[in-house]
């Protein structure tokens, strides 16, 4: 297994589209796991595809405290949205930085799982924020594309300024 580089807002790399997952095999199975290591390891709940710079339609996650219930979504599409809910987030590609956004509180996710085969979860709470969230990655889109502009640009400046600490040092 190996841990992968996040890309970090505001990375234009994070804006690419990912495109459907049509093979399922080593080679996937394998940035599966390595999502995995990434993601326990930073810690975080939900990692996508895209935040590793691979740009193919594939998210995990796992909102449990003890890492129990590792979730892989291939091709995921909501096909219905109940009710708000209002979360406050983070992502791992914009570190330190949280707010509030309003998702839908239940989503019924149809997806392909590492090894190819379909199913259909129906998600709510944290699970479902997480799931939104991920799958707004694999569309190059993030959390903070929600806040205004203005905190939008206080949040690029902040991140900007910390690449550049951390180049310097
Ligand atoms: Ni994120």
Known sequence: ??????????DPRLRTVAQPVTQFDAALARLVRDLFETMYDAPGIG?????VDVH???LVCDVSEDHDQPRVLANPRIRRRQGTQTYQEGCLSVPGIFADVERALVVTVEAQDAEGRPFTLEADGLLAVCIQHEMDHLAGKLFVD??????REMVRRKLEKRHRQA???
Not at 1 to 10: Q, R, S, T, V
Not at 47 to 51: G, I, R, S, V, Y
Not at 146 to 151: D, E, T
């Open 146 to 151: 929600y806040l205004s502009p203005l905190k």
């Open 56 to 58: 193919r339609q594939l």
């Open 1 to 10: 297994m190996a841990k992968l580089e996040i890309l970090e807002f505001p």
């Open 167 to 169: 180049a310097s040092a």
């Open 47 to 51: 990692l996508a595809a895209t935040q």
